[in-house]
């Protein structure tokens, strides 16, 4: 304030102005901070929201069955063919249902190893350290070619997931039952069975526009045919 001079109008303008420019700057560089911090907190919450979004669907994928086999069977078909040519050297021959449900089986079994192969990885990168050590764990079983239960790191991902979106933990009194990995279905069955059934509606279509066409040759009535009626 001893700076501050209004002995005269030059005096007084200058200072106003001094006192407006020290202002704006002040201003300034306090909008600066508040968008260099809102930038900031924004990206921490796109990356907390991206890594919440892939330990959810690595939890479905883990815990997503309560009954069956919730084993991870980590054996690749030529391991499984090895054995049964192994193990099984006259077997009978088996008919075409048992060879499909034999084949289903191990699809099923392949798709749901490379499921759960997946999920490890993205817990290994984006987890806790209580998260990347379980999932080690499994990821080590796996290569030794051990059945894998996931049911622990379930229970982990579980606690975590809703403590990070601030809900209630789940109550000790409740007996959850063993959880393992999620039975996933072969998208190549569902687009086969969509086939057959647009495969039938034109087929369908097809026969009544044929059908329409006979009707048309024969000259029937209403149909745009003509009757021979002159004399012979």
């Known amino acids: 304030m001893r700076n501050l001079d209004f002995s005269s109008w030059h005096s007084f303008l200058i200072t106003m102005i001094g006192l407006f420019l020290i202002t704006l700057i002040g201003v300034g560089i306090r909008l600066l901070m508040m968008v260099v911090i809102q930038q900031r907190r924004e990206r921490m919450n796109r990356q907390i929201n991206e890594r919440l979004r ?4 690595a939890y479905r994928t883990l815990g ?19 054995v ?18 034999s084949t289903t089986g191990t ?18 990168l984006l987890g806790t350290e209580e998260h990347v050590r379980l ?24 606690n975590f997931i809703r403590k990070a979106l601030d809900l209630e933990p789940v109550p000790s009194d409740l007996a959850i039952p063993m959880q393992g990995p999620a039975r996933t279905q072969a998208s ?11 495969g039938s509606g034109n087929a369908g279509s097809g026969g009544g526009m044929q059908s329409g066409e006979d009707m048309t040759a024969m000259g029937a009535p209403g ?6 009626t002159s004399p012979h």
């Open 54 to 57: 892939t330990l959810i669907a």
């Open 64 to 82: 997503g069955s309560f009954t069956g086999d919730l084993a991870v069977d980590p054996r690749h078909r030529r391991e499984l063919r090895t």
């Open 84 to 101: 049964n040519r192994t193990d099984i050297p006259a077997a009978p021959a088996m008919d075409d249902g048992m060879d499909a449900a």
């Open 107 to 124: 699809e099923r079994a392949r798709r749901i190893r490379d499921a759960v192969e997946a999920a490890l990885s993205d817990i290994i």
């Open 135 to 158: 999932a080690e764990h499994a990821a080590r079983e796996l290569v030794a070619g051990q059945r894998v239960h996931t049911h622990d790191l379930v229970i982990s991902l579980r």
């Open 188 to 198: 190549g069955a569902r687009g086969k069975d969509e086939g057959k059934k647009e």
């Open 223 to 228: 149909m745009g045919g003509h009757e021979d």
